[in-house]
């Protein structure tokens, strides 16, 4: 299973950037998707999750209403969508993928397949 990431990049407060995670090696349109991210010093954490047909989306209380992921099952690709970002969203961002159906969506340690990291950089 592989996921690579891209996307990252600098911008500034109230910017927006779009990450994309391409996956290969896995049946993808039977994985949940995630989004987690690492700031210096800090534990990564949730970000965004879709389910498998993508009729489900949950965002972490920091970025709802700001980030959008979205998966095209077709092209095996997961989406973020990050609008109006701030400096405290600067973090390295991962995507994950889970076989997981509904609980532990949010914990990290319930996927089992990461991709490299993409570094975002938010200036003010």
């Known amino acids: 299973v592989q996921l690579q990431a891209s996307g990252g990049g600098s911008v500034q407060a109230g910017g927006s950037l779009k990450l994309s995670c391409a996956a290969s090696?896995?049946?993808?349109?039977?994985?949940?998707m995630g989004w987690f991210r690492q700031a210096p010093g800090k534990e990564r954490e949730f970000v965004a999750h879709?389910?498998?047909?993508?009729?489900?989306?949950g965002y972490s209380d920091s970025v709802k209403g700001r980030f959008t992921i979205s998966r095209d099952n077709a092209k095996n690709i997961v989406y973020l969508r990050m609008n109006n970002l701030g400096p405290e969203d600067t973090a390295v961002y991962y995507c994950?993928?889970?076989?997981?159906?509904?609980?532990?969506?949010?914990?990290?340690?319930?996927?089992?397949?990461w991709g490299q990291g993409t570094l975002v950089t938010v200036s003010s």
């Open positions: 994950a993928a889970s076989r997981i159906i509904h609980s532990g969506v949010r914990d990290p340690s319930n996927f089992p397949y």
């Open positions: 090696g896995l049946t993808f349109s039977g994985y949940r």
């Open positions: 879709i389910s498998q047909n993508g009729g489900t989306t």
